[in-house]
């Protein structure tokens, strides 16, 4: 029996796409990395979408509806409006972005079905790791985000400006966490391996 060179991922074209809510590894081809990015990107336009959608939708049913109903019962919920916005912003988001996960991952393991992992995935906390932002560069930048949402005269309502700001906020934060407090993440998902001399990875 002939021994085989390298490794799965590189004698399979050298990419891998992480699937599913423990982010797999699967070595796939070019073309079938390009696909999954590709159903990505479509799905997650999809689901800001229906989000923005939603979200409106909420707000009116919110205040021309319940609002006057809340009233009549000594509940009077419309002198609070941009609270009532900021928790269907954070809901919308939460629930939203659970449902768009729980699609990725079907679609992902649908299109690596018969193809064996490369590794048994990560936990949350070394997602975060991997997906946080880490770097100079984008610390500035979504510091620079955060300056513009209080200070430029954009004209937001105070309970989207809230919602905006908590969640460059928090990305800020966790960049700044793995930066400095906590080691230094791996190579960033679905990265081209290289090869090396021998026909292993680096």
């Known amino acids: 029996m002939t021994e085989m060179k390298g490794t799965p991922i ?45 979200a409106h939708g909420a707000q009116f049913i919110l205040f021309t509806f319940i609002t006057p109903l809340a009233v009549k019962v000594g509940v009077n919920i419309g002198h609070y409006p941009e609270l009532c916005k900021l928790v269907i912003y954070g809901l919308t988001l939460l629930v939203g972005g659970l449902i768009y996960l729980q699609i990725l991952s079907a679609v992902g393991k649908r299109m690596v079905r018969g193809t064996a992992p490369f590794d048994d995935g990560y936990s949350l906390f070394e ?41 460059v906020g928090f990305l800020f934060v966790e960049g700044l966490l793995f930066r400095f407090y906590f080691k230094a993440k791996t190579k960033p998902h679905g990265s081209k391996v290289k090869r090396n001399a021998r026909g292993g990875t680096q």
């Open 10 to 54: 590189t004698r399979s074209g050298g990419y891998i796409v992480r699937v599913g809510w423990r982010a797999v590894a699967y070595s796939v081809t070019k073309a079938k990395a390009f696909r999954y990015k590709a159903m990505r990107f479509i799905l997650f336009l999809l689901a800001v979408a229906v989000a923005v959608g939603v």
């Open 127 to 167: 997602q975060r790791q991997r997906g946080s932002q880490t770097s100079r560069r984008k610390l500035i930048l979504l510091a620079s985000v955060m300056g513009v949402i209080f200070l430029a005269p954009i004209g937001w309502e105070t309970g989207l400006q809230l919602f905006a700001a908590g969640l």
